[in-house]
């Protein structure tokens, strides 16, 4: 927001829509499943002006989970060992000493 001729630079809005799908079946071979987890983003930033001068802007869309499962086997996108382990740390955890 320009307030006085300077780039104020201060509020930075986000928003979110995730959209989640899952089926279950039961089948011969066992529960058929399936489940999806996508992420729309959108949001404003003080870089980016489009065509107008509009600030808001989408942000993109993400894909976190994607698969389907049929008795114990799954295939597809989803969590590993790793992730659920360590309590999805991300970029909190400090890799430096490794």
């Given at each position: 927001y320009v307030l006085n001729g300077k780039d104020q630079g201060t509020w930075h809005k986000n928003a979110r829509f995730a959209l989640k799908t899952w089926t279950g079946q039961e089948t011969e071979l066992g529960t058929l499943k399936t489940y999806t987890q996508t992420k729309f983003n959108f949001g404003n930033s003080a870089y980016y002006a489009g065509e107008d001068g509009n600030q808001a802007h989408n942000k993109g869309?993400?894909?976190?989970?994607?698969?389907?499962?049929?008795?114990?086997?799954?295939?597809?996108?989803?969590?590993?060992?790793?992730?659920?382990?360590?309590?999805?740390?991300?970029?909190?955890?400090?890799?430096?000493?490794?």
């Open positions: 869309v993400t894909m976190d989970f994607a698969w389907i499962q049929l008795g114990g086997l799954r295939v597809g996108l989803d969590d590993s060992a790793f992730d659920s382990f360590i309590g999805y740390a991300g970029n909190v955890l400090n890799d430096t000493i490794v």
